[in-house]
């Protein structure tokens, strides 16, 4: 792709060499992400394979590792069952993670369905728990992120946005101590946090400094949300952001998580979309998650191939 501006390639350099004179968490962050990929200076984005992509091949974890390693991926988004697979298999949680250092990927984020946002106190408690548990496999791993969707409150209207906010904050807090973020994931076809604003109140209102969203395409067409509320959010507000397609037909209430294409093979406005988030300081994680089943029934490779090539283009297509 083009070289990016080279204004843009100074306030990057300025990332990663001056974040602590500045002071700036959200360059500090953006420095991070750069240095930790080793990505090109023309790369605005890094590139990360969420699993669910290749899910129904059936490889493990460790294949899909080097699968991705393999096909050019900067980063792995894993679900926390097949890390709970892997160790019911025997595997070493120290093992799995040189092993992804060695692969020269990262671990940015995690799927993981811990209820922390319910009503009910005792399953809200559980919930807790059950986040801590994969916060430890993640930091064992070096995982830096989990995603904390509205499970559990799918179904139900009217929640209060402060108290979810509220719910939210304990579950930073219990990041702190794990060394893991939770970011608050928009659920198009929840009741709750189905829109891109919801989820933006909620993480603003906790008040918490590490507060932040996991974005999707496909989700935020799907909750009815304009795409053009991203231009909004700050570096800080995003560090991995779901990438998928989905078509023009059928329409948007009939569409379900499988109809999700490759970038660019649907209706979205992606080239909007990755110019906002650059515009707003994004340089975090486009992560390809996809349900087709089409694609589970193809070879796992070149599934992954294409859906890299294809992200690729489509940045590059927006900053032509």
Not at 46 to 64: D, F, H, M
Not at 170 to 187: A, F, I, S, Y
Request: hydrophobic letters at 45%.
């Amino acid at each position: 792709m083009p070289p990016l501006p080279r204004r843009d390639l100074l306030l990057q350099s300025a990332g990663l060499f001056g974040a602590a004179a500045l002071g700036s968490a959200a360059v500090a962050t953006n420095a991070v992400v750069a240095a930790d990929s080793q990505r090109p200076a023309d790369e605005p984005f890094g590139y990360c394979l969420n699993t669910s992509t290749i899910r129904e091949q059936k490889l493990g974890i460790v294949a899909e590792l080097e699968l991705a390693s393999k096909v050019g991926y900067h980063a792995v988004e894993p679900w926390m069952r097949q890390l709970a697979e892997y160790v019911q298999g025997g595997g070493s949680l120290k093992d799995l993670g040189k092993r992804i250092r060695d692969l020269g990927l990262t671990i940015e984020s995690a799927i993981g369905f811990a209820p922390w946002i319910v009503d009910d106190d005792s399953a809200r408690a559980a919930g807790l728990e059950e986040a801590k548990r994969d916060m430890a496999v993640l930091a064992e791993i070096g995982g830096k992120r989990l995603a904390a969707p509205p499970v559990g409150a799918q179904k139900l209207t009217g929640m209060n946005l402060f108290t979810i906010a509220e719910r939210y904050r304990k579950l930073l807090e219990l990041g702190d101590q794990m060394g893991v973020v939770p970011q608050v994931e928009v659920w198009g076809h929840s009741q709750t946090l189905g829109r891109l604003g919801e989820a933006v109140f909620v993480a603003v209102e906790s008040g918490h400094p590490q507060a932040c969203l996991l974005p999707d395409v496909y989700h935020i067409f799907k909750g009815g949300s304009d795409f053009a509320g991203l231009r909004l959010l700050s570096s800080s507000a995003i560090h991995v952001f779901h990438v998928n397609d989905y078509p023009a037909e059928p329409a948007r209430a009939e569409q379900t998580d499988a109809h999700r294409v490759y970038p660019g093979d649907g209706a979205a406005p992606l080239g909007q979309i990755f110019r906002d988030l650059y515009a707003a300081g994004f340089r975090g994680y486009l992560s390809l998650e996809l349900f087709n089943r089409d694609y589970w029934k193809q070879d796992p490779k070149v599934v992954a191939a294409t859906g890299l090539e294809k992200t690729r283009a489509a940045v590059r297509a927006a900053f032509a």
